[in-house]
Structures are given as structure tokens and as C-alpha cells.
């Protein structure tokens, strides 16, 4: 059933779904990351969504998302200290920094989000567009996102943009080189093949996604 | 391959082993949130910038030994050669903080650099002030400054900063007593032996017999060259020329030094060292103001020692280290 808003009680159940997604592709996640770097992706994603449920569960913060989500950010980096269950904290730290003063989150507030997460993965990972990685998901999702909701967008209809941008994403770094982390050392293979921290980041966005359908 | 001998419980427990040991033989101190890893001063002064460090377990007294009397209010304590989280730093600095502001001050090192980042994002939404200053004073380690590696040399960093906290300064004057001693900080280290972490069991490397590492850092990090072990006459001459390379101190200028062992170096050695030092800064002309020797940040059991000078760039500075502290691991009055 789609909805118009998120409330702040409902942030345990919407990384529910998120969690799901990821122990749906925990495998698939895992494959790519084993031929392109150490392979835990898909435990590093399934264990840090995991357990966000919970976190934020224990952090309730009744019309306040913003702390919710920064604190279940913090937390979380705990749980998955690796590189990237940092940037999803990041990510998940500066998109609940842009929600300050939203007591819920409709649709401009959750493009808003997505800007924000993709804000703090390219600052915390020191990343660009370009460098193949999760922030070439989740900037052209964010954009996509904020074009729909300026345009008036329903919040399901400003997701399913955001997810439309996040494929395009996923697609275009096919070609491109890794700069970072363990990817970095076989950038001979990544050629025509897509890059794992960016479709994890493409399961953000349908775990979010299926959550607000 | 050396074998582990360590005086220790299982190797898991390690850390947490050490810091029961800790808290019962010092109640000077004490942890917050039932976490042992969130070491803090027992009392704090209210009014007074409060400082915290933090970094991995493995180099005693660095970090934790600091928090005391006029140095440092807290430390987030990590695994062995690991980051603390920052949900844990963030636990100290509620704890420690007394109403002027938060300073982090601790090691070059990515992961430490990012949890405590994470903090400070935390701590702001409370309103709790925070500024940050990284030791990177390890002049082998990179040519780019901002790269560099902290160790031995962050105490010079400790005691300027703590002493204006101490003395009623504001985080901007604290901040800026720390950068000054940054500033005018410089090291080398070289190792003879490498460590051993206890969950690991073994060394990461080797150094064959009559083989040392220069420049070599304090988690084991590869240094510029590997060859056979120089006199301390030709290492004091090595380091000194290094550090003066990179920071120019005049003749008739002051500099306080650090003669620190890493851990499994005696303090025969270490004044042997400290002898050979003073003959290169006495042939440039170059007063030592003061001597610290013994151990100051150390790799577990690594032999070898690191190099320290700070250059006393002014007074203020010079009050500043000169001023007493006592906290459980380090007393100077």
C-alpha cells in the first residue's frame, strides 16, 4: 500500500525492508565483491542493515528522524566497521543530518535524504562521480530524486525515480576504472562488469523503495 | 619465526584484561556507559576544555596513560592496533566534558580520523562543541606533511594543549597551543624486532638476525630501508639530520628531545641514544632545553626507539611543558 509519509516510528520497519533486500542479494553481493576484492560485501551489507532495524528501534525519537537516523548511523559504523559499512553510516548520518527540524518525510524530504547520503559517502570516502563506486548509484538517484519531487512527485513516485536513476548508475560503471579499496587492484577486470559497492547501494534504494509501495 | 610469550589471559580478552588491571590500580580514572574501552578522568573540572584522544591498544602509555592531571580528560580505547568507534568517543566526551567545548587530539591514522568525525557530526546536533588536531609527526612515514603518521611526538602535543586547558584557556587556545607544538615537532623511529598481536599469534614480518628497520612506524609499518643495525652515534646522526631537513632550527635555538623505546628496549640503550643525540645538537650549536627519556609510545614488545625534537618556538611554550602533571602512567614536576 503506498504511502504519502514516513513517521519517525516507522524508520525501524522501513530498514526492515532494507534488510530484506540484502539478505535477498547477500549471496549475489558476496560473488562480485570475491572476484573484485575480499568477498564479504554481502555479510558486511546483510550484518550493518541487520542490525540497523533494532538500533533504531532502541533510539526512538518520536517526530525527530533526523537524530534517529544520525545516532542509527553512529551505531551502525560500530556493528560493520569495515569501509564501506562506514560510508553507509555516512551516508545514513548526513541524510538524517538534512532531515533536521522535519518532524516526518514525505517526498521532498526524502529526496533530501538521498542528497544527503550521497553527501556523506562522497565526503567520508573522499570519492568523485566517475570513480566506481556505491557514490555513482546514489548520486544520480539523488538527483533524479529532487527533479522528481520539485516537479510535485508523490513520495512513491520520487523513489521510483530515485531507483530509475540508481539502475543508470549501476549500468554506467560498467565502464568505468576502479579507483578505490580492494577493487582498485583488479581494475583489469572490471571492465564491462558492474561494480559491487554500487549495486549494493542500487539495493538501498529498492529495500527504501519496496518499503514506501 | 619468533614465538609469542606474552603474560596474558586468552588473546581476545587481551584488551579488556589490561584495562580491568588499569581502573583497580588507579582511581584517577574510571569508565562511562558500563564500557571499559570509554577511559575517563574520574573528576572532572568544570569550566575547563576538555581533551580527548584516542587510538588503538598496543602502545603504552600512548594514548590512555595521558588522561590526568593537567593532560588529557579522556580516551576512547580501540582493539589492538585499532580504531575505537565513535559511538564509544562519543561516550567519553559526554562523560569528560565540563561545559567549554570538546578537543580531539590523536593519531594521523584514516580509521581513528574517521570515528572521530563521526563524533564531532554526533556531538554538534547536542551542542557540544568540538574542535580536532591530528600528531603527524613521523617525518619518514611521507613527504606530504598531511599524510605523515603520528607517534612519540603527540606528547609534546598532550602537554601544551593540556596545560592551557589547565590554565583556563578557551578550545580555540587550547587548539592553538596544540597546533603550536605540532608545528614545531618532528620524529624518526626505526625498529629492531617486530610485535606481535595476541589474537594473531605471530609476527606480520621479519627481521632476519643483525637486520633493523629505519623509519619503520609504531603498528609495524615497512620504513625506508631494511639493513644491517647501525651504532646509536650513526642513528642519532641519521635521525637528527632527517628531522633538521624537515624543520629548521637555528644555532642558539632551544628544542626540547624525546628519547622514546618502543617497548623492548632497555634504558641503558636509551641513554646511550640520548647521549649521541645531544652530541648533534651540541656540534650545531643547538641548546636542549629539556630531556625526556624512557617510554613514551611504544609498539608492545618491539625493540627500537624513536627520536623526538620539539622546538621551543616561544615562552608560553616553555611553561607549557615545563608545567607538573600527574596522571597513572606519566608524573613530571
Known sequence: MAITEIKAEELPALFESVAEVFEEKKELLCQMDAAMGDGDLGLTMSKGYGALPQILRENLDADNPAKMLMKGGMKMSGVVPSTMGTLMSSGLMQGGKMLNGRKTIGASEFADFLTGFAEGIKKRGKCDAGDRTIYDVLEPAQKAAQQAASAGASLPDVAAAALQGAEAGVEATKEMIPRFGKAAVHAAKAKGVEDQGAVAGKCLIEGLLRYIN | MIDMKKIMNAPENYVDDMLRGIYAA??????????????????????????????????????????????????????????????????????????????????????????????????????????????????????????????????????????????????????????????????????????????????????????????MGIHGEPGVWNGPIKTADELAKDSVEEILDDMEVKAGEEVCVLINGLGATSQEELYILSGSVRKELDDRGIKTYRTFVGEYATSMEMAGASISLCRIADEEMKKQIDKPVHTPFYTQV
Open chain 2, 26 to 215: 588507579n582511581p584517577m580514572v574510571k569508565y562511562a556507559e558500563d564500557d571499559l574501552r570509554c577511559y575517563c578522568i574520574a573528576e572532572k573540572r568544570p569550566g575547563k576544555v576538555a581533551i580527548i584522544t584516542g587510538g588503538g591498544t598496543g602502545h603504552l602509555p600512548l594514548f590512555l596513560g595521558y588522561v590526568g592531571e593537567n593532560m588529557i580528560d579522556g580516551c576512547g580505547v580501540g582493539g589492538v592496533f585499532q580504531s575505537p568507534s565513535a559511538e564509544q568517543i562519543v561516550n567519553v566526551a559526554k562523560e569528560v566534558e565540563a561545559g567549554a567545548g570538546v578537543l580531539f587530539l590523536y593519531g594521523n591514522y584514516t580509521g581513528d580520523i574517521m570515528n572521530f568525525d563521526m563524533a564531532a557530526e554526533i556531538l554538534e546536533m547536542d551542542d557540544i562543541q568540538t574542535a580536532s588536531i591530528v600528531g603527524a609527526d613521523d617525518v619518514l612515514s611521507h613527504a606530504d606533511p598531511s599524510v605523515r603518521r603520528g607517534v612519540a611526538g603527540i606528547f609534546f602535543m598532550y602537554k601544551c594543549a593540556g596545560a592551557k586547558a589547565a590554565d583556563g584557556g578557551d578550545l580555540e587556545e587550547v587548539l592553538a597551543a596544540a597546533q603550536k607544538a605540532k608545528d614545531n615537532t618532528r620524529t624518526v623511529g626505526f625498529a629492531l624486532t617486530p610485535c606481535i598481536i595476541p589474537e594473531i599469534g605471530h609476527p606480520n614480518f621479519e627481521l632476519k638476525d643483525g637486520e633493523m628497520a629505519f623509519g
